[in-house]
Every structure is written in C-alpha cells, then in structure tokens.
C-alpha cells in the first residue's frame, strides 16, 4: 500500500479488527451502504436532504458503518486540500460527539479507521496515504479506543 510502513498499517488493522470484533454494532437497521457528504445533496437552503445518491448499496447493515463512513470521509478532506477544508476537523469531532451518542463510540472510531485506511490504499501519491494512515491512527488513539494486548 504505497510502501506505507507495514507495522503501523499492522497496527492499525489489530485495532480496528479488535474494535469490529468486541464492540456492538447495534441492531441490524437500513443504510446507505457508502453514506458521505458527497453522496447527499442539499435543498437551496441547505438546512433539508433533497437526494440521496449511490443507493446501489442501499439494505440491511448496521447505523455504526454509515456514521463512520461520514466520520471517514470528512476526515480525509484535509489532505485533499487543506485550504478549502481547514475547518473539518472541528467538524469531525462534533461528528464523533454526537453520533456516539446514538451508536458506540468505539465502535465508531474503530470502523471510521477501517474506512480512512481503505480510503488510504487507494490514495493518489504516496504522500497522502501517509496522511490518511495518520489519520487512522489518530481515530484509534482516540482515548475511548483502548487497544487489544498483541
């Protein structure tokens, strides 16, 4: 994966398999299947979801999986282009905030790192992928997230 140090991808990967594995993911309910800002497009005011796109995943998961897919996508925003995003990261922690309230927190930040690590094997440069394995790593190391004895 870009050359990316193996062992903190390693790393990564225990955590987030550990996460997937002894947290609950609440009870089976729709979802979108790949539920992003760019998936979700706004009425004129901005205040009320008019269209949902890419529902070809749409049927039964898990909420944890579509928040966390929110969580990870916006989280990688930054390294797209600093400048234009330089406020998500705020954003991002209030994402966090209010949907552990709804789902595990740990849960969420473990599947928000599964998801920026998929996102970072697909990254452009090699440059980028070491910033979205940051990113993951930052996920992980949340505090809430305690990792598993190797």
């Known amino acids: ?8 991808v390693a790393d990564v990967t225990t955590v987030v398999t550990h996460g997937v594995a002894t947290r609950d993911p609440g009870p089976v309910v729709a979802t979108h299947g790949d539920f992003h800002a760019a998936n979700v497009l706004l009425d004129a005011t901005g205040a009320r979801v008019e269209t949902l796109l890419d529902v070809d995943t749409l049927g039964p998961g898990h909420r944890v999986d579509d928040l966390a897919c929110v969580v990870a996508h916006l989280a990688v925003l ?19 905030a209010v949907f552990g309230e709804v789902v595990d927190p740990v849960a969420l930040r473990s599947r928000a790192a599964g998801v920026v690590l998929s996102l970072a094997s697909g990254a452009a440069t090699r440059e980028l992928a070491e910033a979205w394995l940051a990113v993951a790593e930052q996920l992980v190391d949340a505090g809430r997230n305690p990792r598993p004895a190797v």
């Not at 994966?1 to 903190?8: E, K, Q, S, T, V």
């Not at 234009?84 to 705020?90: L, Q």
């Open 1 to 8: 994966m870009h050359g990316l140090d193996a062992a903190r």
């Open 78 to 96: 930054p390294g797209l282009s600093p400048g234009d995003y330089a406020g998500t990261e705020g954003l991002v922690a209030r994402c966090l």
